[in-house]
C-alpha cells in the first residue's frame, strides 16, 4: 500500500527552523527523484524543492539558502529543513514521488506568525 505521511509542522516564529519528514512506503523510494510542495490558502500548489536520485537538489528561488532537502534512502524517508522562516512560508507542505506524480499525502500544516 502507498503511503507517504509528512510531519513536524507546526506554529514558529518569523525566524524560527522546522524539519519537516515524510515517511514512505510502498514506493520505490530510492529510484525517483523526489519534491516538497506547499499550497497556501487561495494560492496553486507549488513546488518549493527537489531532490534527485543522485542526491543533486534544486529550490524555487523563494526558498533558496534557507531550505535545505535531504533523503535518507536506507528509511525512505525525505526531509525538508527550514530556516529563516518567514510569515509567507505559511502553507500546507506536502512530499510527492516522481514515482506516482498524482498521489498526495495528508500535508503537514506549517505557520509562521509572531
Known amino acids: 500500500q502507498v503511503q507517504l505521511v509528512e510531519s513536524g509542522g507546526g506554529l514558529v516564529q518569523p525566524g524560527g527552523s522546522l524539519r519537516l519528514v515524510c515517511t514512505t512506503t510502498g514506493i520505490n523510494f530510492s529510484s525517483y527523484p523526489m519534491f516538497w510542495f506547499r499550497q497556501a490558502p487561495g494560492n496553486w500548489r507549488e513546488k518549493v524543492a527537489t531532490i534527485d536520485t543522485d542526491f543533486s537538489t534544486g529550490y524555487a528561488d523563494s526558498v533558496k539558502g534557507r531550505f535545505t532537502i535531504s533523503r535518507d534512502n536506507a528509511k525512505n524517508t525525505l526531509y525538508l529543513q527550514m530556516d529563516n522562516l518567514r510569515p509567507q512560508d505559511t502553507a500546507k507542505y506536502y512530499c510527492?514521488?516522481?514515482?506516482?506524480?498524482?498521489?498526495w499525502g495528508q500535508g503537514t500544516q506549517v505557520t509562521v506568525s509572531s
Open positions: 510527492n514521488s516522481g514515482q506516482l506524480p498524482n498521489y
